[in-house]
């Protein structure tokens, strides 16, 4: 039976076998030791003459790390062995003799980045991407639990949510098509039937932002809820976060750990998040030493300073309207604002965009119409507004921004097994 390495220093004094790739080869004398790495973690093994024979040991002394092995063996304690055991091996199967491993120490960013189809076997790129997935499937998991449909949206589209500025377009049979920047727009009419509903799928945009938070396509996750205010869309927030959180820290703190994660200071994430009015933020962000604009987005740094303020994630709230997308409902008690938070969190900086939406016919058309925008492109979209409509929000997070607060990475990159920016499209 295959065990896999992190399983043997449960079978002392047993025979077993484990497969997997050289990891590190060290000769002391006779005997070779070769780290073996799988997708769990890795385990040593002794390769000696008189246990393997002459052909077998000669293999292992000649091997080149990435090596493709499978090995049997008896297991036997060893403090001094990574993972407390080590195999004394009695058989050593050479699967792929690899060749000489391009990847050695200290190398550039940017050429990590051209072997980054080798390099996702460092044991970084694997706590990181084996952390992503639990991430997302406790994101999913607590969406399931509260009824939420998962739908599937069009890639392809000709209606952007976000402005014509940062889109991808195509020529589809003589039209032009765009990849979609999210998809909330079909979201909202996936609610008419479903009432809760979430997308997560990629979101594509061509913006010409070189940081460590923008990728040209992310992992987009956008729930949209009928009956919901932008009160009711901050606390599924709050929940949603903090349950995948909390879940990562119950049950894989051993990856956080890896990744250099304070464990201590994610445990302190739970609702309620803290709030804050875009207008004293401003104050905030200036107070800071930041150099903010009354009227402005906040910029990254901006993002960062007031973020930082916070030991919790910090709502932001009631942005001017005409920063804000058209489908943003204003609000009725502070005109001039909408009724939307962006959610900040320390380190990254804006990890969630949400609203209330619009969700009058006439209140739609008039807004649309001030933003000049192109009204046959969404008439799909104001004809929701004609059949029942109803009061609605929703909120999108970025995967790989989340991902990166979670795990303390420093750059959003290496987040995704193949980030796409400005400057890379391969491999
Ligand atoms: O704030 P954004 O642009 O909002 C929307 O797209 C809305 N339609 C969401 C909704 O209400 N359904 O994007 C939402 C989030 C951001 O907060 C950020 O986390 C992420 O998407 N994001 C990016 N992540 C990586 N690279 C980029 N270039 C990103 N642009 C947005
Ligand atoms: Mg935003």
Redesign the pocket.
Known sequence: MICRTSEISKQDGKEVTIRGWVYRQRILGDNVFLVIRDAFGIAQCVIKKDAVGEKMHKEASEIFIESSVVVSGTVKKDERAPGGAEIKATKLEVISRGEAFPIQKDLSEEYLLDVRHLWLRSRNMNLIMRARHHIVNYLREWLDSKEFFEIAPPMLTKAG??GGA?MFELEYFGDTASLT?????Y?EAMIFSLEKVYTLAP?F?A?K?RTR????E?W?L???MAWHGQKENEEVQEQLLSYAIGKMVENHSDLLQGLGQDVEKMKKVKPPFARIMYDDAVEKVNELGGKMKHGNDPGTEDELLLAGAFDKPVFVKNYPKEIK?F?MREDPDHPGTVLNA??LVPGVG??????ERIWDYNELMERMNQSKMNIKTYQWYIDLRKYGSVPHS?????????IRYILNVEH?RDTIPFPRTMSRLEP
Not at 181 to 185: A, D, E, H, M, R
Not at 213 to 216: A, E, G, K, N, Q
Not at 350 to 355: A, F, V
């Open positions: 949510g976000e940062d920047q999210s998809s909330q727009l979201g979101s945009r913006e932002s938070r923008h990728l040209t992310f987009h956008e729930p949209e997308a489908y962006d959610l804006e990890i969630i965009g949400g609203s929703g909120f999108g997070l970025g995967i790989e921004r989340f959003i």
